[in-house]
């Protein structure tokens, strides 16, 4: 097992874009760690300059404490899923597996061993003799994992390896790649532009924008407390309020009202307001302390959960309530926050 430390990396492809701009991180050895953002912000080219697959331009790649950045990908030790998988449709499924085995000529019986018990682990069995074209898309899926981890790699690499997957399918496998790697203990870098996976898999997340990482925590951290508007606006799967505020010696005047909030910035400094419509407490009494007053504008069912949009002064504000609290459209209601939950933001800046 082994960690990864990477340092002052940058990966330029040769038309001059900057896909990996000056990147610090480390990965704990045994830790399932996410890569979260938007297409293109370079999430795949990192994971393929770990793996050796791109050169790094600047920088260095650390496996185990060793320096593995001129390193050939063959001998970094690493293992890879592709986003398409990436199988040998004419080989079967026991062929696909033990692939890297063979290359590395290890004896058939061995190889034969290893495709059963792999198989058995990824709940594949009775599969083996099938082509990748003879199985669905959550078994080769599977198989691309399979091969990964018969490879016995001391890091495994990830490149969106869920996002070929229907919905209901992409729930199961979470799961089960959950438990998987909870299991076997290796060191996991999952590579997704689906926030809600990131949160739900990762025990850290780094968030990615424009090749550089903007902010690294637990999901617990990154969800609560996003230090910019950019990582606020990405995490959640509802999307976080974010309304121009002022700064005043009660709290912070927004949407017509006042919020409390906790931050010691002066008075009069003009902010960006951001809170979560799951720390909003919304009520239809009268009002109690400071907190902004709207009117109901439209409710949207989310399971056991209700979003309610509140017109505030003309700025529409997002607020969740249990299904059964959910008030009617035009209701006049009063909503308010704990300041701890009332996060700023420099306006011009975006960040916390
Ligand atoms: P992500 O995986 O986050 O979607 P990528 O790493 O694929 O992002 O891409 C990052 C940036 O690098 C994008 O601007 C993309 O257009 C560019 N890029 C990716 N691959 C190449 C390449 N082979 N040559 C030139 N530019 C590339
Ligand atoms: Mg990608």
Do not use: W
């Not at 959950?178 to 898999?201: M, P, S, Y």
């Amino acid at each position: 097992m082994a960690g990864i430390d990477i340092e002052g990396l940058a990966t330029v492809y040769p038309n001059g874009v900057r896909a990996v701009d000056g990147l610090d991180l480390h990965v704990a050895d045994g830790e399932f760690f996410a890569l979260l953002g938007p297409s293109g912000c370079g999430k795949t080219t990192l994971l393929r300059t770990i793996a050796g697959l791109e050169s790094a331009s600047e920088g260095t790649v650390r496996i185990d404490s060793v320096d593995v950045t001129r390193t050939e990908p063959g001998k970094r030790g690493v293992a890879m899923v592709f986003q398409d998988y990436a199988l040998f449709p004419h080989m079967n499924v026991a062929e696909n597996i033990t692939y890297p085995l063979k290359v590395r000529r290890v004896a058939a019986a061995t190889r034969a061993e290893t495709a059963e018990r792999t198989a058995g682990e990824l709940s594949l069995n009775g599969l083996l003799e099938r082509r990748p074209g003879q199985l669905s898309g959550g078994q080769q899926q599977r198989v691309a994992l399979a091969r990964a981890i018969a490879s016995q790699g001391k890091v495994l690499l990830l490149d969106e390896p869920l996002s070929n997957l229907d919905a209901r399918l992409r729930l199961e496998a979470r799961t089960f790649l959950k438990k998987l790697q909870r299991d076997l203990g290796i060191t996991t870098v999952f590579v997704t532009h689906d926030q809600a996976e990131a949160l739900a898999l990762a025990d850290r997340i780094a968030v990615m924008e424009s090749g550089k990482l903007r902010q690294l925590g637990t999901p617990r951290e990154v969800f609560a407390r996003p230090v910019n508007t950019f990582v606020a606006n990405f995490i959640g799967s509802t999307p976080m309020n974010l309304l121009p505020g002022v700064v005043s010696s009660s709290g912070v005047s927004a949407a017509g009202g006042t919020l409390p909030a906790a931050a010691s910035i002066p008075s009069g400094a003009e902010v960006t307001v951001g809170i979560r419509p799951e720390y909003l407490t919304l009520s239809t009494g009268d009002a109690i302390g400071p907190g902004l007053r709207g009117t109901v504008v439209v409710a949207e069912n989310l399971g056991v959960q209700s979003l309610v949009s509140v017109d505030c002064d003309g700025t529409l504000i997002g607020v969740t309530v249990p299904e059964e609290q959910e008030p009617s459209v035009g209701k006049p209601v009063f909503l308010t926050a704990p300041p701890d939950r009332v996060l700023l933001y420099d306006r011009e800046s975006g960040e916390l």
